[in-house]
Structures are given as structure tokens and as C-alpha cells.
């Protein structure tokens, strides 16, 4: 049954890094639908029950469109929030003939055929990076920094055709602009920079065109008669930012995990065959991106027990909706054999992420190789000293100290 419950205040940090933030459990059971304030004091609704997650972004009713009114802004502040509808749109940001027209023309490039003509180059960058790990003079190393980031940067430079020269620049913009300590200012200076910087790739690859993705999509729109630069920039810049931050922080999450449960470990690497059934459980599991499934709704709908108004905002939490009970048998215990693909981690509906065949090569390529290659792999320091990003949008590490 939907009951009036209040959550005080969204974000709530997680405490233990292997299980929901507290106090989410208690709030799914009473009430998967429930009203909760935002951080700028706005009311909205929050999801956390999956069959209701999965209903509300499947519904059509429910606008992801920043620039409407009354779209919950999770981590953003009034004066950020301003500027962020101000901003051309991202393809999440779509609906409807807009998002599909967007869409369509970029779906091809991730298809599971046309990824795994990638594969061989995907093994030969982890395999380049592990050589690397194990070269280092000096132990322990920093795994997020050998080869959780730089993996996932270089595969989605070379896709996008960017120069991963430029890897630094873009990999700490990210990490501001995702940061929930960072300021207002700082987090907009990095996402303006972030853009200024695809705006000058997108008018390079204009004139001077490559074999990679971007390249492709203006060969494409110039045949269609119609360039659309900006729409060109925008798309660059989500891939690019979306590309590498969340990979990088699944693979460092997956190795604590897997590290820390050995029983699952030993299932992977005894039969290398079920690895693509423990990167469906680690994503599960984690749900790193709980937060950034908003909605606004434009016109009255009926989840379950609640009643949405049109204009009020509405948040999924995926991480609450993939540790559930009704969805998933003993949600809380890490089981590489669960098989279950219905979760969340890559939302759901019209929105769900166009890399997700991307993140789950390079997640099964990753973990294969890494625990072939360093057997003795162990962490460097107990999982409650581990550095864990409680301060960003994304969840992660910091950095990942591990020796062999």
C-alpha cells in the first residue's frame, strides 16, 4: 500500500557501499511511491518499488525535458538549475519525435554485431594497461587511476574520434561537474568548458573528418542537407562525459566486490563463461547512476496507489528499485548466477542508455583479463578505508590501492 511517508531531503548518502542508503529498504516496503523533498526544498515524488520504476519510464506521460517546469533537479541549487534549462538540450533531455529523431541516427553504432567487431581492440587497450599495472616499480597501486579511467577514456576517445592526448582535461572537467562538493560555479565552469571543448572537436572533424563516430554522423547529416552543429556538439558531449565516468567506476566497484566475495570470484574465473552474468549482478548490485532518473509529469498519472499531478517532479531511485524484494529473491546477497537482466542500472523505456552494450564488453573484457593476468590480485587497505564517492552523482572510488 502507497502511504504518505516523507523522506527528509534527497541525496542520502549510502553508508555501506554494498547495500542501500538507510532508511530505503523501510521506505520501499511502506511505500514505493512517496513524497520527498529536494535539495532546493522542492517537493517532488520519489520511486523505489522496480515494478513502479519500470512504470513510470516506460510512460510516455512522465517528460525527461529539463527546460519543463517543475523537473526535479536532484543536485542542483535554483541558480544552477537556471542555467541548465538555458543550455542546448542533451538527447536524455528529449522526448518524444525530438528524442527518436535524435536517437535513431547514433543506435546503429552500438549494436552488438558492429561492438563486437571492437572487441580485439577493447582486449589489446586492457591488455596494454595490465602490462603497465604489472610493470609498476612500487606497490600499491592505484587501480582507478592504471586502468579503471584510462580503459574506458581511450575506447570511447577512439570511438568518438578525440584525441586521448586530451584525456586529463576531460576526465577532471568530469569529475567536477559530477561532484556534489563542488560549487555552483565550478560545477557550470567545467560543463561550459566541457562543451567549449567538443565545439572545437565537432568543427575539426567538420573539415578534417576521420574514421570514427562523429566523423560518420556528419557525413550522414551533410547527405541529409541539413548539419546541425550544435545538436553535434551536444551529442559528443554526453557520450563522451556518460562514456568513461560510469564504466571506469563500474570496473573499480566490480573488483572490490568480487575481491571481497571470493566464493563469486572463484565462479568467474573457473568458467570465464558466466563473467557476462556477474557484470549483469555488479550492475544490479551497485546501480551506480541512483539519482539522475528524473521525470516531470505533463499530465495526471496513476502509479500504483499514487496519484501524480501533472507538473510535479518525480525521481526513480534505481538502486532501490534493483534491491528489490518482489523483483529480485534475496536482493541484498551478491550472486554472480542470478542471471537476472531485468535490473534497472541502465534505466528503462525509451531513455535507457545507448552505450549499455558498450559498458558490458568492456566490464566482461576488464574482469576476464585482470584476474587471469594477476590471480594474486588483493586489496591494499579493508573496504571501510577505501576512499568511496559519497560526494558525487556517480557512484565509485576515488582510488582503488590494490597489490598482488
Not at 517532488?44 to 519510464?57: D, F, K, P, Q
Not at 591488455?127 to 570511447?156: K, T
Request: net charge negative.
Amino acid at each position: 500500500m502507497t502511504k504518505s511517508v516523507t523522506v527528509p531531503q534527497l541525496p542520502v548518502e549510502r553508508g555501506c557501499p554494498f547495500a542501500t542508503p538507510a532508511g530505503h529498504d523501510r521506505l520501499r516496503e511502506q511505500a514505493p511511491i512517496s513524497r520527498v523533498r529536494l535539495m532546493d526544498g522542492a517537493e517532488g515524488w520519489l520511486v523505489s518499488g522496480h515494478e513502479e520504476a519500470r512504470a513510470v519510464l516506460a510512460d510516455r506521460r512522465f517528460s525527461s525535458d529539463r527546460r519543463k517546469d517543475g523537473f526535479p533537479f536532484v543536485l542542483a541549487d535554483p541558480q544552477t538549475q537556471r542555467q541548465l534549462r538555458a543550455q542546448p538540450p542533451l538527447m536524455v533531455g528529449m522526448d518524444g519525435a525530438e528524442h527518436a529523431a535524435a536517437r535513431r541516427p547514433v543506435v546503429g553504432e552500438f549494436t552488438v554485431k558492429r561492438l563486437a567487431a571492437l572487441r580485439p581492440r577493447i582486449q589489446d587497450i586492457v591488455d596494454h594497461f595490465v602490462d603497465d599495472l604489472l610493470a609498476a616499480d612500487r606497490r600499491p597501486v592505484d587501480l582507478v587511476r592504471a586502468l579503471s579511467l584510462p580503459v574506458p577514456s581511450l575506447v570511447i576517445c577512439e570511438l568518438l574520434g578525440v584525441p586521448y592526448t586530451d584525456h586529463d582535461f576531460f576526465q577532471s572537467r568530469t569529475a567536477v561537474a559530477v561532484s556534489r562538493t563542488s560549487s555552483s560555479q565550478e560545477r557550470l565552469g567545467a560543463l561550459a568548458e566541457l562543451r567549449a571543448f567538443m565545439d572545437e572537436l565537432v568543427t575539426r572533424k567538420e573539415s578534417e573528418p576521420g574514421d570514427d563516430l562523429l566523423s560518420r554522423q556528419i557525413a550522414r547529416q551533410r547527405q541529409d542537407g541539413a548539419l546541425d552543429h550544435a545538436g553535434l556538439v551536444s551529442l559528443a558531449f554526453l557520450l563522451l562525459t556518460a562514456g568513461h565516468e560510469t564504466t571506469a567506476n563500474m570496473i573499480s566497484l566490480g573488483v572490490v566486490a568480487l575481491l571481497t566475495h571470493p566464493q563469486q570470484l572463484d565462479l568467474i574465473t573457473t568458467d570465464p563463461g558466466k563473467t557476462p552474468l556477474a557484470v549483469e549482478e555488479l550492475l544490479r548490485f551497485f546501480s551506480i547512476a541512483d539519482l539522475v532518473t528524473s521525470r516531470v509529469a505533463t499530465e495526471d498519472v496513476r502509479i500504483g496507489e499514487a496519484v501524480i499531478r501533472a507538473g510535479e517532479g518525480v525521481v526513480v531511485s534505481g538502486l532501490s528499485a534493483d534491491r528489490d524484494p518482489a523483483a529480485f529473491a534475496d536482493p541484498a546477497r551478491l550472486d554472480v548466477e542470478r542471471g537476472a537482466r531485468h535490473h534497472l542500472a541502465f534505466g528503462f523505456g525509451p531513455h535507457q542508455c545507448l552505450g549499455q552494450n558498450l559498458a558490458r564488453l568492456e566490464l566482461q573484457i576488464v574482469f576476464d583479463t585482470l584476474f587471469r593476468r594477476v590471480p594474486t590480485l588483493r586489496l591494499a587497505a579493508p573496504v571501510e578505508e577505501l576512499p568511496f564517492k559519497s560526494d558525487a552523482v556517480i557512484y565509485g572510488l576515488h582510488e582503488l590501492p590494490v597489490t598482488w
